[in-house]
């Protein structure tokens, strides 16, 4: 059985994808979700499925180092075996991201190597892209930068603004991120150096394909 810590910072929907995802699953439950703003709506939704929560405001701390040194022992209290980033809204110190390699993960709205970073929608829009989409990824030293392990896309459509393709995408986020980490729980994904393997094979730049 794999413990499995969410980081949150807002509403939650993909924890709460997760949390449902998971509730029958043999091989993974989720023993804890922390966030940064103890507003969260994640937490209560977190509470409602009587799951532990924890706040830990990074204001409260001089350097982010100390931030994610909290975060850490936190974590560990709960016995991580994986770390599921869901609209956390922090950037993480190298130190984070080593301490939980291979068993960190991250969603990110856009179809990498495409737009890391913020604003990946309007991007997809100002650049004319026919699609937009999603991709769970392994979290690395570099933003939105490590290795892709699923990726879903949905076509963008005339009458598309902003607003719709968050919502679309939202969508497939909510398809995708508990399909990685059911992967993850039953052991069918590795990292091994930059590439990730699905069942023993090596999977392209932006991992396997969903097809609703
Ligand atoms: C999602 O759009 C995800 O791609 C990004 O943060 C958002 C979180 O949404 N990393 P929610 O809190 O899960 O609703």
Not at 45 to 63: N, P, Y
Not at 78 to 101: C, E, K, N, P
Not at 181 to 208: C, H, K, M, Q
């Amino acid at each position: 059985m794999k413990n499995i810590v969410v980081l949150i910072s807002g509403s939650g929907s993909n924890l709460q994808a997760i949390i449902d995802a998971t509730a029958n699953n043999p091989h993974c439950r989720v023993v804890g979700v922390l966030s940064n703003k103890e507003s969260a709506f994640g937490l209560e939704r977190a509470r409602k499925a009587g799951i532990e929560t924890a706040a830990i405001d990074h204001t409260q701390f001089d350097s982010r180092l100390d931030f994610d040194n909290a975060l850490i022992k936190q974590i560990d209290l709960w016995q991580a075996d994986l770390v599921v980033l869901a609209g956390f809204m922090r950037i993480l110190t190298d130190q984070f991201v080593q301490h939980y390699s291979g068993r960190l993960l991250n969603i990110h709205p856009s179809l990498l190597p495409k737009y890391k970073g913020t604003n990946t929608h309007q991007r997809a829009l100002d650049a004319g892209d026919t699609e937009h989409g999603c991709t769970v990824h392994f979290v690395s030293e570099e933003l939105d930068g490590g290795a892709a392990i699923i990726q879903a896309a949905t076509p963008i459509e005339q009458r598309d603004d902003v607003d719709s393709l968050i919502k679309k995408v939202h969508q497939l986020e909510h398809k995708i991120y508990p399909i990685a980490v059911s992967w993850f729980a039953s052991n069918r994904i590795t990292l091994n150096g930059d590439r990730v393997y699905l069942d023993g094979s090596p999977l392209g730049e932006t991992g396997y394909i969903y097809r609703a």
